[in-house]
């Protein structure tokens, strides 16, 4: 057979070829464009918008003064400052837990398949229903203060307090989402050359000296990964701030997360427009920290 020369194709069979791409990238481009564009653009007319929903949707435009009054609202900042160190705690904190799990259960230790499952159960189980739980045991009577009576200490109220209310969401969060991400690197694990690990101990390295210098290297891409779907996972904390404070971030907004901040502003404030510009700016704080986690990880290169 002989290779057929584009070059001297008949212009409307390449009209045809065209458009028959086009009709088979159809399904995707219209739910993209439904479900991903027009959405975006219009959070970007409200952003510009007071939006008046009471006795009839009005619009009226504002320009950037959506924009400016986030640098004067309080609560915009509180929110982010909170998001902000709830990011910088549960991030590494899941990575490295789901790191550690990962090794052992690579290790060859005995029943491997039953606490695979026994410790991806949390990251099946509904958050609503997680939380729940958790709530329960930081309650007044719950079964945290009946160990601390149990060792001879004193109740606290774990749920009032603002200085400890998030970290208890972060515990709640690192316990259940390392799961998740120890699947990932367990795959990862499993996909590194045997012969590096017997090279490396036939040259006398010890078990850490592989780890630093031949697991850690090899899961550099899978460490990557993990770390910006924890960071955009992360800074859209929503469903367990809200059912712990109620809907009001509270104790003395310990708990206000950017997320629920949209949350207040959309369904309690009825300000749509203000909801669009805290979205945006939440979106840009997502973007910029990726991009400097990906020259940090040399993403580039991955």
């Known amino acids: 057979m002989f290779p ?37 653009l219009y959070a970007v007319f409200l952003s510009l918008h007071k939006v008046q929903l009471l006795g009839g949707i009005d619009y009226k435009f504002i320009g950037f003064r959506n924009f400016t009054r986030l640098l004067e609202d309080e609560q915009v900042w509180i929110a982010l400052k909170n998001t902000a160190q709830y990011v910088a705690i549960v991030v590494p904190s899941q990575t490295i837990l789901a790191l550690i799990l990962a090794v052992t259960l690579n290790s060859g230790i005995r029943g491997k ?27 007044t009577d719950g079964l945290l203060n009946d160990f601390l009576a149990l060792i001879g200490l004193p109740k606290y109220n774990w749920l009032g307090d603002p200085a400890v209310a998030l970290k208890g969401i972060m515990m709640m969060n690192i316990w259940s989402t390392a799961p998740f991400y120890m699947v990932i690197y367990l795959a990862a ?22 780890f630093v210098y031949i697991t850690l290297p090899w899961l550099q891409p899978v460490t990557f990964f993990v770390v910006t779907v924890g960071i955009i996972g ?69």
Not at 16 to 37: A, D, K, Q, R, S
Not at 117 to 126: A, N
Not at 189 to 208: F, H, M, R, V
């Open 4 to 40: 057929i020369n584009r070059q001297h194709r008949n212009p409307r069979w390449k009209i045809t070829e065209n458009l028959t791409g086009y009709l088979f990238m159809m399904p995707t481009i219209l739910v993209l464009g439904t479900f991903v564009v027009l959405p975006i």
């Open 113 to 139: 398949s039953w606490w695979r499952i026994l410790y991806f159960l949390p990251t099946v189980t509904s958050s609503a229903v997680l939380t729940l739980i958790f709530m329960w045991i930081y309650n």
């Open 189 to 210: 694990l499993q996909d590194i050359p045997k012969t590096l690990y017997e090279a490396a101990e036939l040259d006398g390295a010890n078990w850490w000296e592989r």
């Open 234 to 302: 992360t800074f859209q904390l929503f469903d367990q701030s809200y059912i712990f404070s109620g809907g009001t971030g509270g104790p003395n907004n310990a708990t206000l997360t950017v997320v629920l901040l949209i949350y207040q502003a959309v369904f309690r404030n009825l300000q749509l427009g203000y909801a669009a510009a805290i979205a945006f700016l939440l979106a840009a704080v997502i973007i910029t920290i990726t991009l400097i986690q990906r020259k940090v990880f040399g993403g580039d290169r991955i």
